[in-house]
């Protein structure tokens, strides 16, 4: 059987430090080099979640911005895509605005990928997520809204307290936008995501599980962007510091994603090629 692997990175894959483990560079490539089927879904562009990876030898097309995007990692070309059209930019960001919050914009332009943010708009939380981005070459900021028009936009990024996500969140939930709000790792605030319709990691992996020609979802995951995935996946597996509810509906736990969980069960229990 032909058995397709996802993973989840943050909380999941790679640790609290943003990497992945010496440990499962080494079992998963050679896991990877005996014919195991891996890849990743992740709100993280590729180039950010390929730092994450570093040294990882996977050759598979990859799951980015939450669902929006499927790339070819080694030619960057994107096989399957779902973005915002110009009127629902211009909508969201006078939302958002109405809320006097201002979002970070994540999009491609001329086959770039760029982080569009309004200079002196950002949030405590925003602000932490850029400077740890200082010098990227995406890092793109604009002095007003008109800015974030540019280019080709995936997901919009808000941080705050839960309140205010939620109320943001329902508010745009009744003007017909498709949003997802989880915790910071290892922080008090929490992301709002606002992401076009459609553009979901389920439907993104069960593309992805069309194209290879796939008979079998197996995905990890630690957290509320994780809870679709987990819905179309034949077998799912709740890392043991993922949200409670998700371990509920999980076929299963793996470890700690601090000790490897994802990559010491696929070393005890992965199927090769088909």
């Known amino acids: 059987m032909k058995v397709l692997y996802v993973s989840d990175l943050d909380g999941t894959l790679i640790t609290r430090n943003e990497r992945i483990s010496e440990y499962s560079l080494g079992i998963l490539n050679a896991l990877?080099?005996?014919?195991?089927?891996?890849?990743?879904?992740?709100?993280?562009?590729?180039?950010?979640?390929?730092?994450?990876?570093?040294?990882?030898?996977?050759?598979?097309?990859?799951?980015?911005?939450?669902?929006?995007?499927?790339?070819?990692?080694?030619s960057r070309e994107p096989l399957y895509s779902v973005s915002f059209g110009k009127n629902d930019k211009e909508a969201l960001v006078e939302r958002l605005s109405s809320f006097g919050v201002s979002p970070v914009v994540h999009a491609r332009e001329s086959g770039e990928d760029k982080i569009l943010w309004v200079r002196g708009r950002e949030s405590e939380g925003q602000s932490r997520y850029l400077a740890r981005r200082s010098g990227d070459k995406r890092m793109a900021p604009v002095e007003t809204e008109s800015g974030l028009m540019r280019g080709e936009a995936y997901f919009f990024a808000c941080n705050g307290n839960y309140p205010l996500m939620k109320k943001i969140h329902d508010a745009l939930e009744r003007e017909g936008f498709y949003s997802l709000i989880y915790p910071e790792a290892y922080r008090e605030?929490?992301?709002?995501?606002?992401?076009?319709?459609?553009?979901?990691?389920?439907?993104?992996?069960?593309?992805?599980?069309?194209?290879?020609?796939?008979?079998?979802?197996?995905?990890?995951?630690?957290?509320?962007?994780?809870?679709?995935?987990?819905?179309?996946?034949?077998?799912?597996?709740?890392?043991?510091?993922a949200d409670e509810w998700l371990k509920r509906k999980a076929t299963g736990t793996v470890g700690y994603c601090e000790e490897d969980g994802v990559t010491k069960w696929l070393a005890e229990n992965a199927v090769f090629g088909g």
């Open 32 to 74: 990877i080099g005996r014919g195991l089927l891996f890849t990743y879904a992740t709100a993280r562009s590729l180039d950010s979640a390929e730092r994450a990876v570093a040294g990882l030898k996977h050759t598979l097309p990859v799951v980015i911005y939450n669902g929006a995007l499927i790339l070819d990692p080694v």
């Open 189 to 241: 605030e929490y992301w709002l995501e606002i992401l076009p319709g459609g553009a979901t990691k389920a439907n993104a992996a069960l593309k992805l599980k069309e194209l290879l020609c796939c008979e079998k979802l197996v995905c990890f995951g630690d957290s509320a962007n994780d809870s679709e995935l987990f819905d179309v996946c034949d077998e799912k597996y709740a890392v043991m510091n």
